[in-house]
């Protein structure tokens, strides 16, 4: 599978040959999604995630530099699973 490539020009990414662009009468062709019928409604409707059985981590807000949070961020998903990790070993071995 082609991957997408990313250029100064592209910051996103250029469409590659799986994921085309989408041109105007693609866009005239497309359904919202209260058009398309009940069972494809019920089969795309992604659920909403259940209140945890036992909650370990508390959400929090905090400040980062900005080439920190670009190298986290490039590690992809689980870089915030990473950064805590990262603190649990750092600060709770020295306890």
Known sequence: MPK??????????????????????????????????PAMQRALKRGKRGPQKAPTKQPVTIR?????????RAKGRGWQTLVDDTLREQFLKRS
């Open 4 to 37: 997408t490539i990313e250029s100064a020009e592209a910051p996103y990414g250029v469409p590659d040959a799986d994921s085309p662009e989408w041109t105007a009468e693609k866009f005239a062709r497309a359904k919202h999604f209260h058009e398309l019928p």
């Open 64 to 72: 980062l530099s900005q080439d920190v949070l670009t190298i986290l």
